[in-house]
């Protein structure tokens, strides 16, 4: 579970109907972890200085690492959980609100992406944002905004960085790729993260988040695929198709093929 830490400030009516900062804080996770929140009173920003983690914010993948940080509208429903490969996550956060809180997300682009990467400009600004509140309290208020001002202006410039979705999909070809050229071997989970420089539970996630399977599913699907395909050309008996497609042992390869198709292979030799 998490461990937190954090300041909630107490904003002035004029800073109510301006911008202001709500609260900051830090918060290590740890464990089989994972958070869902329907909508939120403030606008969040979270910062990753370790580990990593995956999340979601309605439909769109996103995903945090070191120097990475979010950005989650109120109105919004967002989830996010932790990479188990690393030992914890750890990451601040800033809430922060005002009638011209939304123009400012506009005003700098923030409003239309909620992940931004190689951020380590804005961390600096961050900080001392952090440092400032729990020294001083509200009598820090306005530094503090104008500090994430500053940390905004930073994070502006990161959003010019290629997006996940292209390193998603590039993640996702090499995947697939992977798996159609090794279809006849006993291919691992563990191996096909370690040829991407994943952790299993990351590539796992990613890959199920982009394509609605897991890749040892897909994988099983590519194996259904071509053993089809080799029944069809009738030049190979069960146990050479199971041996084609990564099961040398024919009990196993009846059992998969069954459990995908609902038929036994001799079963579907036979309706051909």
Not at 192 to 218: C, T, W
């Amino acid at each position: 579970m998490p461990d937190t830490y954090g300041f909630h400030t107490a904003p002035t009516p004029f800073e109510f109907e301006r911008f202001y900062v709500a609260s900051i804080g830090s918060q290590i996770w740890r464990g089989d972890s994972r958070l869902l929140r329907r909508g939120h009173r403030y606008h969040l920003l979270m910062f990753t200085t370790t580990g990593r983690a995956t999340g979601k914010v309605n439909d769109d993948v996103i995903y945090a690492e070191e120097n990475s940080a979010w950005i989650f509208p109120r109105n919004k429903t967002y989830t996010y959980t932790w990479d188990p490969q690393f030992a914890q996550w750890n990451y601040f956060w800033v809430e922060f609100d005002g009638a011209w809180a939304s123009s400012y997300l506009e005003m700098m682009r923030l409003d239309d992406r909620h992940e931004f990467h190689g951020c380590e400009a804005a961390r600096p600004f961050l900080d001392r944002l952090t440092k400032l509140l729990l020294d001083k309290g509200n009598d820090a208020q306005h530094e503090a905004s104008a500090l994430l001002l500053q940390a905004f202006s930073h994070m502006e410039q990161a959003k010019h960085q290629p997006q996940r979705n292209k390193q998603v999909q590039s993640l996702d070809s090499i995947v697939k790729k992977y798996l159609a050229d090794h279809l006849g071997e006993n291919i691992q989970l563990e191996e096909i993260a370690e040829h991407v420089q994943l952790s299993p539970f990351h590539l796992s996630r990613v890959f199920k988040d982009h394509n609605g399977i897991s890749p040892m599913k897909y994988l099983r699907q590519l194996r259904i695929a071509r053993a089809k395909t080799l029944f069809n050309r009738r030049d190979m008996n069960i146990s050479e198709v199971g041996q084609a497609v990564g099961y040398p042992i024919i009990q196993h390869f009846s059992r998969m093929f069954k459990s995908e198709t609902g038929m036994s292979p001799r079963a579907y030799v036979k309706a051909l």
